[in-house]
């Protein structure tokens, strides 16, 4: 919420690492710790512990309800140093399936949106500028820091200092993005 994804994945790694390094227990735990360094209850597999997951899916993947059922709902990723993120979250309309990919001056998103539902998809800004050429589906969208093209079911809604914005129907859709110079 604060737009400090690498602060946030290293603090989660630090505060889960006794869990995950675990040599025997594969669970996550009721408490920080277990046994002598534990809060004298507990267990060793326990939903609690499973926050982070809803972090990653919210928030570094950026898939989060805007209305009830996911009948609208957003996409803005947020990866920090993450490479690649793979995340699909079923709703009663259908599986929103979402893979981003970030490398050096290129960013990919292919989003499966099902029917019955608007998204408001969010491309991350690369450089801290907009001046970036988007393409949807193979086809250019936004080049130059304007709206370079038309694509049915896919509309401009506003570029931030974060984020290109677009609202995208149903379908299956693949944003790449390129740095311009």
């Given at each position: ?7 946030a994945q290293e603090r989660?790694?630090k ?7 675990h040599?025997e227990?594969t669970?996550?735990w009721?408490?920080?710790g277990i ?5 004298g ?7 609690w512990s499973?926050?982070p997951?809803?972090?990653m899916?919210?928030y570094?993947?950026?898939i ?6 996911f ?10 140093a993450?490479?690649?993120i ?5 709703t ?6 979402l893979k981003l ?8 998103l292919?989003?499966?949106s099902?029917s019955g539902?608007?998204?408001?998809v ?7 500028e907009?001046i970036m ?7 250019a969208?936004w080049s130059?820091g304007?709206?370079s093209?038309?694509?049915p079911g896919?509309r401009?809604i506003e570029a931030?200092?974060?984020?290109v914005?677009?609202?995208?129907e149903?379908?299956?859709w693949?944003?790449s993005v390129?740095?311009?110079n």
């Amino acid at each position: 919420m604060m737009g400090q994804p690498g602060f946030a994945q290293e603090r989660m790694k630090k505060r889960y690492a006794k869990m995950v390094e675990h040599p025997e227990y594969t669970t996550l735990w009721e408490g920080w710790g277990i046994g002598a360094e534990g809060f004298g209850g507990g267990t060793i597999n326990h939903a609690w512990s499973g926050g982070p997951l809803t972090i990653m899916s919210q928030y570094f993947a950026g898939i989060a309800p805007t209305a009830p059922g996911f009948s609208t709902y957003s996409v803005y990723p947020q990866m920090g140093a993450l490479k690649k993120i793979t995340a699909k979250v079923v709703t009663a309309k259908g599986d929103i399936a979402l893979k981003l990919s970030n490398a050096k001056e290129m960013f990919e998103l292919d989003l499966t949106s099902p029917s019955g539902t608007q998204a408001t998809v969010g491309i991350p800004v690369l450089t801290g500028e907009t001046i970036m050429d988007v393409k949807v589906n193979g086809k250019a969208l936004w080049s130059a820091g304007k709206v370079s093209g038309t694509i049915p079911g896919v509309r401009f809604i506003e570029a931030t200092s974060r984020y290109v914005v677009f609202a995208v129907e149903p379908g299956t859709w693949s944003f790449s993005v390129r740095e311009t110079n």
